[in-house]
């Protein structure tokens, strides 16, 4: 694996992670339809994200399976958004995340879980 995955790259993980194993074909198409890409713009960007080693493509058919899960890109880019913008700090990320919007009592439930776990 080599780099970041950038917001592009990223929907069209999302479409191979919920559509896998995929062509390139279904991807554009999908990709069309959802976000309003033209069929370049996709292949352009499934070929980064293979040269990336997101992304394995087996032919015939330009058939695409992820080589990362949705959990870890999700744990990296969190990573990611802790140490750039949060100082390394998880709480401090917690705290902007909970200083505006109040909980439900089932999220507070679940995030002592959580904790409690730890």
Known sequence: M???????????????????????????????????????????????LVA?????????GFICTPLISREYAQKTEATSLVEKVFGGSRAALFSSL?????????ELDELRKWIDGR
């Open 98 to 106: 909970l200083e505006d919007e109040p909980l439900t009592v089932e």
């Open 52 to 60: 990336k080693g997101f992304l394995h493509r087996k032919d015939p």
């Open 2 to 48: 080599n780099g970041k995955l950038y917001d592009s790259e990223a929907k069209v993980m999302e479409i191979v992670w919920g559509e896998s194993p995929i062509t390139a074909k279904e991807i554009a198409l999908i990709a069309a339809e959802t976000i309003g890409w033209n069929k370049n713009t996709t292949y352009t960007i499934i070929k980064k």
